[in-house]
Structures are given as structure tokens and as C-alpha cells.
């Protein structure tokens, strides 16, 4: 499972309310995404780290911002939630060896913005 | 633009039968493609992946065949089992700048009947 936890795993919130979905890997990978995954639309990157401070955005990165302060923890918040930001959050860790290159998944983290 | 499809939203196939998910891609610049399997609740599971410069790649009942010139790539499972059961996602990978981002396709839901 490439040593991958998300946290929280559930969570509601208020609209307007600030929201912190943590990512932590155990496996010093340099490489840290985010996604979301919406029925209809498949996973969409919303921002991505390649080192420690270094993070970029993805396609749906409006409303969302993220942190990497530490190799093994990329934070993604929700300055101020909204209904549109209900969806499944997946953190991802990617391995690049030869001519391979592999992407593994957390669990997810369920959010709902009522 | 969507730039990775999937145009079979779903797929039902025989257990013991060959199980074919197909993916078409616009960006010749992909360097990579790669297959997952998501149960319902939880992270999207790695299956295999395959280079741009092959055009197969076998692991166990998993193969992948991609045909550069049609922009088109294929995941094979056979023989096919109930626990197959899932949605699969193809996804390219493209390296921009030194960055290394995945582009998701919205998936296939195979069912697998005994």
C-alpha cells in the first residue's frame, strides 16, 4: 500500500468553514498529489509536490491550497468549503524506476460541505 | 479537452472469458500510461503500467498492448474473475518542467458474471 494514510477518513463540514485533509507517507517519496474523484469525472489532480515547499497546481486547484513542510506530510485545505467541494479526496505517491514509473493511492478521505 | 477516454462506460463479461478495456489518448507526449482498479470506498489500486517506447507489457492475467499510431491502448485480463468486479481507470502520464502528472480517463465499470 506504499505506506500511504489519509486523515481524517470522513468528515462534514459547514459551508464557509476552513478544512485541513492531511496526507502522510512513510517512504520518503519525493513526489505528493492530490485528487479528487467526482462521479462523471473520473480522479482530477488538483495540486501536486515534488519536493518539500515545492507544490504546483493542478486542473481544479481553484479553492484549494497545500502545504509540504515535511517529506512525509502534504496537507491540502479548503480556506472556505463549499457544497462543490463535496467529493472523495485521494492523496497519491508516485516511484519512477527504470522504464516504469507507478502511482499508489491512499484510502481516500469522504467530505461532505453541507 | 479531455485528453485521456474511456468510451465504454461499462462492460459485462463471462467468468473464465477475456475481459478488453480500451483507452484512447490525444497527447503523443505521454510518457507513460497506466491501469487501475477502484472498488466502491476505497483508493484506486495499481495494476500496470506500460512505457511509450513498448507496446506490451504482461504482469500475471494483466496485459497491456499500446499502439502508438492509433493513440489507442488496451488492458487484457484473462481468465476473468468475479473479483475482477470494479471500475478501471486508465491514465498518461506527461513530465512538464520536471514535474511528473497523471491525467485520469473517467473509467470503466466491468462486471464479471459467474
Known amino acids: 500500500d506504499a505506506g500511504i494514510t489519509q486523515s481524517p477518513r470522513h468528515k462534514v463540514t459547514e459551508t464557509g468553514t476552513p478544512v485541513t485533509l492531511r496526507c502522510h507517507q512513510t517512504?520518503?517519496?519525493?513526489?505528493m498529489y492530490w485528487y479528487r474523484q467526482d462521479p462523471g469525472h473520473g480522479l482530477r489532480l488538483i495540486h501536486y509536490s515534488y519536493g518539500v515547499k515545492d507544490t504546483d497546481k493542478g486542473e481544479v486547484s481553484d479553492g484549494y491550497s497545500v502545504s509540504r513542510s515535511k517529506t512525509e506530510d502534504f496537507l491540502l485545505t479548503l480556506e472556505s468549503a463549499t457544497s462543490s467541494q463535496t467529493s472523495v479526496y485521494f492523496c497519491?505517491?508516485?516511484?519512477?524506476?527504470?522504464?516504469?514509473?507507478?502511482?499508489?493511492f491512499g484510502p481516500g478521505t469522504r467530505l461532505t460541505v453541507t | 479537452d479531455q485528453q485521456v477516454k474511456q468510451n465504454s462506460p461499462s462492460l459485462s463479461v463471462q467468468e473464465g472469458r477475456i475481459s478488453i478495456l480500451n483507452c484512447d489518448y490525444t497527447?503523443?507526449?505521454?510518457?507513460?500510461f497506466l491501469w487501475y482498479k477502484k472498488y466502491p470506498a476505497e483508493g484506486p489500486t495499481f495494476l500496470i503500467s506500460i512505457s511509450s517506447i513498448k507496446d506490451k507489457n504482461e504482469d500475471g492475467r494483466f496485459t497491456v498492448f499500446l499502439n502508438k499510431s492509433a493513440k489507442h491502448l488496451s488492458l487484457h485480463i484473462v481468465p476473468s474473475q468475479p473479483g475482477d468486479s470494479a471500475v478501471y481507470f486508465c491514465?498518461?502520464?506527461?513530465?512538464?518542467?520536471?514535474?511528473?502528472?497523471?491525467?485520469f480517463g473517467k473509467g470503466t465499470k466491468l462486471t464479471v458474471n459467474p
Open positions: 497527447n503523443s507526449m505521454f510518457d507513460y
Open positions: 491514465a498518461a502520464m506527461v513530465t512538464q518542467g520536471g514535474s511528473e502528472k497523471l491525467v
Open positions: 517512504e520518503n517519496h519525493r513526489y
Open positions: 497519491a505517491i508516485s516511484e519512477t524506476s527504470g522504464l516504469s514509473y507507478e502511482q499508489y
